[in-house]
């Protein structure tokens, strides 16, 4: 993700993997090192710079930062390659202070000669001098608090992994597969900090284990159950869509939970509108697999309450295509006291009313 306008500044790589379309972040500890690789769907919200070389990345390796240097280049590397390429360019980094101050913090800059970038930046920025002054001291106690923040890092993360109600116990990249799998599925686990990082871990590895499904359903309904913010579930269904997407993988009662709780409070849509490609595997797999009234229900709320996009307006209209298609299809085939036939007539031509209306967008 790039800065904005192609200035100069700081810039989030983002990563793939050959087993899965999903994208993914690096999160670094205080070293710099890779400790986690989680999802990250909020990737259409920015701006995108294609990297002209690939990185491979593991956990436990230097992590990679990335930048849009003065003269609009693009720097990806190491700490020690960054640091190599601010050595070499001081002169010129020193004339751009924005990108000089956000690069300070990584090479961990001591105080005194970073009030002069700040000086230099607020100068920049700021017209008022009241406004500078303001700034520059915001930006000392930034600089006072990270400091504080990466002295106590190790007692921060200990006393927090024992709040956490379960852990991994030793990093993720020490563990096999196969305990992972077992701690994912022992449900004393299923509120623990890692959790959703964990599964992702093992399904990146693991695409084909259907294991993993059932594992994502358990968890899912868990916190359905104990009425959790449904929020947190997005990169977990996310990924269970792309099983079902690529690898034909059934995920049963996902339809039947997901339209009800949806239809229930229709405005948890707007956690998953993002990408837009989210959008559309969510919406047509309500439409094949959940329960009629609840989807049309949802889909109507979605008419009235959300922006008039090109790619809302299509995943809408693909859905409403998908359950007056297999409405008829049930209609052809319809056996007496097995079916409501006027319920799903009223069904079908609501679907036919919500799809002309679209058309008229």
Not at 18 to 39: A, G, H, K, S
Not at 160 to 173: C, D, V
């Amino acid at each position: 993700m790039g800065s904005r306008s192609g200035r100069p500044g700081m810039i989030v790589p983002i990563f793939s993997s050959p087993q899965t379309n999903i994208p993914y972040v690096q999160q670094m500890d205080e070293f710099l090192q890779i400790r986690e690789v989680i999802p990250f769907l909020e990737y259409e919200n920015y701006p995108i710079v294609l990297a002209e070389n690939q990185r491979p990345i593991s956990i436990g390796d230097n992590g990679l930062i990335a930048f849009r240097s003065f003269d609009g280049e693009i720097i990806c590397g190491d700490f020690n390659e960054v640091l190599q390429y601010v050595s070499a360019h001081k002169e010129s980094l020193a004339n751009n202070p924005i990108l000089k101050s956000q690069l300070n913090r990584i090479e961990a800059t001591e105080l005194s000669p970073s009030y002069d970038v700040w000086r230099a930046v607020a100068g920049q920025v700021f017209e008022s001098e009241k406004q500078q002054a303001f700034w520059v001291d915001s930006e000392l106690q930034i600089f006072q608090k990270q400091k504080k923040i990466w002295t106590e890092i190790d007692t921060v993360d200990t006393e927090t992994q024992r709040a956490a109600e379960s852990g991994l116990g030793s990093p993720i990249s020490e563990l096999s597969t196969e305990y992972i799998i077992q701690w994912l599925n022992y449900r004393p686990n299923f509120l623990a900090r890692d959790w959703t990082m964990a599964w992702h871990y093992v399904n990146e590895r693991m695409p084909f284990d259907d294991r993993l499904v059932q594992i994502a359903l358990n968890w899912m309904f868990f916190i359905g159950a104990e009425n959790q913010d449904l929020h947190q579930i997005k990169s977990i269904l996310y990924g269970l869509l792309e099983r079902e997407k690529s690898t034909n993988t059934e995920v049963p009662g996902l339809g039947e939970f997901l339209s009800d709780r949806l239809a229930i409070d229709p405005s948890l849509i707007f956690s998953f509108l993002r990408p837009k490609r989210f959008l559309l595997m969510l919406i047509s797999f309500l439409a094949r697999n959940g329960e009629m009234d609840d989807v049309l229900r949802l889909i109507t709320f979605c008419m009235k309450e959300l922006p008039k996009e090109g790619y809302i307006v299509d995943a809408l209209k693909y859905a409403l295509g998908i359950l007056i298609s297999q409405t008829k299809m049930i209609e052809d085939h319809w056996i007496p006291q097995t079916h409501n036939r006027e319920f799903e007539q009223q069904q079908i031509q609501l679907a036919q009313s919500l799809e002309e209306q679209l058309d008229s967008y």
